[in-house]
């Protein structure tokens, strides 16, 4: 899976095609439940931030066949709730809303749009439409359409993040091709995805309260408690004066090759941690090379899909933790091994297995404070959370090789591509398949942050590939 920003998406020109979907006359759709993901992502899209969509991207042999792609489109639309879902606005207090569409009164009509020629044509052309018809309100935020050219041609099914998250793209690919080859000849359902061989499908619920007193509730109030009831920010220079936005850059780099990531693998397994472990450490310890503190403060985003029916879902299915990293940069004690030695005449900062054990013991508490709804966490805090800035400093993580359909994403060109929009803060998405380690990130277009956050990527990535093993 190529995970990237519209910006830099390059879609080869073709017919483009495209479907309207809309609920039939005289139905009134089902009340359905809101989560506090939604709610946030609703409420800033109705003060007027911009669309945020995700896109499913993937290529096929030959010229797209427009009826068997439709019929794919409305099998993936009927059984999957979470794309029959509506934004609407209510009344004070609760503002915005959710209503979820019945399957038999949806109507589809296709339009042949324009042939492009360029690939920053199609690139445009696509990006335009992606953030017209994917905003959250009205039905449906989500776009479905393709590039048909001679040879090979492009499926794509752009969805506002009301409807998705990252391991949903991966669900949707993976079904959309079977459904389609399914649809024109080229294999049975049992041969795609273990979704069209019988597995449910659903909605997956929040989790319950925990009672006033569960420690894990206590953790997230002194994590906030101890930032002045504030959100993380990125702690480097970024060259955004307060309160304002400003166009967005995003980076998409490698930051480990296949066998750096397996040796990197090997070296958190032996420490008791996990990959994931690793990258966050040597990102903290990056970012405290360059002069921030030695122990790092982000939010995690983390899935909630605890079943087979979740994990074949598409919804928005993820919460966020709080995490602090110590990166060890108080000095590596005397018989410690370094995580990775300096390089050159140079002495480098090194990151020590006990800052390595320590992330992965963070990272596994972490994990469990998912189970407190954040709705939860807010409401019960004694003073109003604060916002210092409109994005919030975030890491991500995920192993696509452990996703649906990851064994033909190479074949299939899968790409994952997300809006381009405004930033004032740093959010990295860090991905492993079988290339390596990937980062993508999203900063503001300043000469600041473009100095600040390419030495990080860079100092990271040293961290991670130079001597990933090392020798007692």
């Not at 969509?53 to 489109?73: R, S």
């Not at 990252?166 to 294999?187: K, M």
């Not at 054990?357 to 939860?376: F, I, N, S, W, Y």
Request: proline content about 9%; charged content about 25%; glycine content about 8%.
């Amino acid at each position: 899976m190529r995970v990237l920003s519209a910006d830099l998406w390059e879609p080869a020109p073709g017919r483009v095609l495209a479907w309207d979907v809309t609920p039939g006359a005289g139905r009134r759709p089902a009340a359905a439940a809101l989560t506090w993901n939604q709610r946030n992502h609703l409420l800033g899209a109705g003060s007027g931030e911009p669309s945020v969509w995700i896109t499913a991207a993937f290529d096929v042999d030959g010229p797209i066949d427009p009826g068997a792609l439709e019929a794919a489109f409305r099998d993936l639309v009927a059984d999957h709730p979470g794309l029959r879902v509506e934004a609407v606005r209510r009344p004070a207090p609760e503002r915005v809303g959710l209503v979820r569409h019945e399957v038999d009164g949806l109507v589809w009509r296709r339009h042949d749009g324009p042939v492009t020629r360029t690939v920053a044509e199609t690139r445009e052309h696509l990006a335009a439409e992606l953030t017209r018809r994917c905003a959250p309100f009205g039905y449906p935020a989500f776009l479905p359409a393709a590039i048909s050219r001679p040879d090979r041609s492009t499926i794509v099914l752009g969805m506002d993040h009301l409807h998705t998250d990252a391991w949903s793209t991966t669900v949707v690919i993976d079904e959309l091709a079977a459904r389609y080859a399914e649809r024109t000849g080229g294999r049975s359902p049992a041969e795609g995805t273990g979704r069209l061989a019988g597995a449910p499908s659903g909605d997956t619920a929040g989790p319950p309260p925990v009672g006033a007193d569960d420690p894990r509730l206590a953790t997230w109030h002194g994590f906030l408690r101890d930032r002045g009831w504030a959100l993380p920010t990125f702690p480097l220079p970024l060259g955004v004066p307060d309160g304002e936005r400003v166009p967005q850059r995003t980076v998409v780099r490698p930051l480990a090759d296949a066998a750096t990531a397996g040796d990197v693998a090997e070296r958190a397994r032996a420490a008791g941690a996990s990959t994931s472990a690793a990258v966050l450490v040597t990102l903290a310890r990056a970012v405290a090379d360059l002069g921030g503190p030695a122990v790092l403060e982000t939010l995690l985003p983390v899935h909630t899909r605890d079943d087979v029916a979740a994990r074949g879902a598409v919804g928005w299915h993820t919460t966020t933790v709080p995490l602090r990293i110590d990166s060890g940069a108080g000095g590596t004690p005397a018989g410690v091994r370094p995580w990775a030695v300096p390089a050159g005449p140079a002495v480098r900062h090194t990151v020590p297995d006990t800052a390595l054990a320590a992330t992965g013991k963070a990272l596994r508490a972490a994990r469990e404070l998912a189970a407190v709804p954040l709705e939860q966490v807010v409401t019960s805090l004694p003073q109003p959370l604060r916002f210092p800035r409109t994005d919030i400093f975030q890491v991500s993580y995920l192993d696509y090789r452990r996703l649906p359909g990851h064994a033909a994403a190479a074949g299939r060109r899968a790409h994952h591509v997300s809006a381009a929009t405004r930033a004032d803060d740093l959010q990295v998405w860090v991905s492993r398949s079988d290339d390596g380690i990937a980062v993508r990130a999203r900063m503001p277009r300043t000469p600041t942050a473009t100095e600040t956050i390419d030495a990080v990527l860079d100092r990271w990535s040293e961290l991670l590939t130079e001597h990933a093993r090392t020798e007692e």
